[in-house]
């Protein structure tokens, strides 16, 4: 309180003294013409002398105030540069980029704290003052963000917005931008303050934990299918062998041959399921040992090829073979492992083609790789769900419409493979006309 009664009584003093000065001034010439009873007649003598002495005396008075006023204004811009230092220091601590821009054409930008500056890859302000609001976002948005500035500015209201940030380099990252007016003396929009955070880290970890939702949903849908894929060729299991167990003394020869085939073939179909699921646990978790032979693998497709058609053929389907003739492509890899991929596909084209459709078994050699495609006339596959077509319990999508067996580890395990050996898988399908799965593999050098 002591201090701001001291301010006011510094500040009255300084208004007070010339004044008082001019008084004592006149007070002195006053009482000497009374003292001294000089004649009327000098009384104008005296006038002319004061008043001519008056500006010198106003010029010390004056030059006095002016240095106590340049006094004032030399504390006050120290002032100023001690809070603008302040801020500042308060803007450079901020986890944040906080920028400022002039409410003009181009927006310029005014201000950028230190975060903002390495946010957006610059090496310091000047490059920011060269550059509008509009040059650190993506060009795309640049109607939208204008619309939304332009709202701000009328109403005199805060916004929140998300954006595509630009970087120096070009990088674009996802931004959460809160913008307020900044209002002049006369209560008008000099500019616009805002402040954006970088939403990256945020997307990612959103990203992550949407990919756990489905790999939950995943695993639950497997569950379901593996209880339902394994109780079918058990129950048929211990319904024969019960079967053979009452009748076995009336049973004829035949008919116990055909109920143990029922049997065998069951459990040769639980076998399939269980090894599938093992082979995939194994290449996730880097169990599976990779054997590498080096052979020709056209003549291992052309001796594979009875086989194919054992597959194909007892099912009311065709198979048509082109396979390269004349040529070598020699590939580094287990022969057994590529034949499990290519049966795979044999098998995915019979599930979901047409009934007596043709399918083609096709080699496509280039100077650096072989392509192996299986091409079916089957459904297809929507154009939403073929990226995801060689992801793990790739089936289980639509699990309530499901018509065919397996638990959709097929495709994934081929995937498995043929990555294992440098090598890449893909499809290509058109709804209701039919799929092409296929392999890649880099061929070896001579």
């Known amino acids: ?10 500040k009255v003093t300084r208004k007070i003294i010339p004044v008082l000065l001019l008084l004592v001034y006149f ?16 009384y104008f003598l005296i006038i002319f002398f004061l008043l001519s002495n008056l500006p010198s005396a106003s010029i010390i008075i004056t030059r006095k105030s002016n240095k106590e006023l ?25 986890p944040q980029a906080v920028f400022g821009y002039a409410n003009n054409s181009k927006g310029n930008i005014l201000f950028v704290n230190d975060f903002g500056v390495k ?64 209002m002049d003396a006369d209560n008008k929009v000099s500019g616009v303050l805002g402040i954006l955070i970088d939403l990256s880290e945020i997307k ?52 116990i041959d055909n109920d143990i085939n029922l049997v065998f073939g069951e459990a040769e179909r639980l076998k399939k399921i269980v090894d599938q699921i093992l082979t995939a646990t194994r290449f996730e978790n880097k169990h599976n040992v990779v054997k590498n032979d080096t052979f020709d693998l056209l003549t291992l497709i052309r001796g594979h090829v009875p086989v194919l058609k054992s597959l194909i053929e007892p099912r009311n389907n065709h198979v048509q073979i082109e396979i390269i003739d004349g040529q070598e492509a020699l590939v580094s890899a287990d022969p057994d492992k590529l034949m ?5 596909f044999v098998d995915n084209a019979i599930k979901y083609g047409f009934p007596e459709q043709t399918i083609i078994v096709k080699t496509v050699l280039t100077d650096n790789e072989i392509r192996v495609e299986v091409t079916d006339s089957g459904v297809g596959i929507e154009s939403d769900k073929i990226g995801r077509i060689f992801s793990k319990f790739s ?52």
């Open 70 to 94: 340049m006094n004032e204004l030399q504390l006050t811009e120290k002032a100023l540069q001690e809070t603008y230092k302040h801020w500042d220091s308060l803007l450079g601590l901020l």
């Open 119 to 182: 946010l957006f890859g610059y090496d310091g302000l000047e490059d920011f003052k060269k550059m509008g609001y509009l040059d650190i976002f993506d060009g795309s948005q640049k109607a939208k963000i204008i619309a939304e500035r332009d709202n701000l500015i009328e109403k005199k209201s805060t916004a929140i917005s998300e954006y595509v940030g630009l970087k120096k380099d070009g990088t674009k990252f996802p931004v959460a931008l809160y913008s307020t007016p900044i």
């Open 395 to 446: 089936q289980l999508e639509n699990t309530l419409s499901r018509t065919q067996e397996g638990i959709g580890l097929g495709l994934y395990i081929s995937r498995l493979i043929i990555e294992s050996y440098g090598g890449h898988v893909g499809v290509t399908s058109v709804l209701r006309e039919g799929s092409t799965f296929y392999f890649s593999l880099p061929l070896v050098k001579k």
């Open 1 to 10: 309180m002591e201090e701001v009664v001291h301010f006011f009584s510094m």
């Open 27 to 42: 007070t002195l010439v006053v009482y000497f013409i009374l003292r001294y009873s000089y004649p009327p007649q000098s």
């Open 204 to 255: 990612r970890f959103k990203d992550t934990i949407d990919q756990l939702h489905s790999l939950d949903k995943a695993k639950d849908d497997f569950l379901n299918i593996a209880a339902h894929e394994l109780k079918t060729p058990l129950t048929s299991i211990l319904v024969i062998s019960e079967i053979l167990k009452t009748k076995a003394k009336t049973l004829n020869n035949k008919e």
């Open 340 to 344: 499990e991929v290519l049966n795979n």
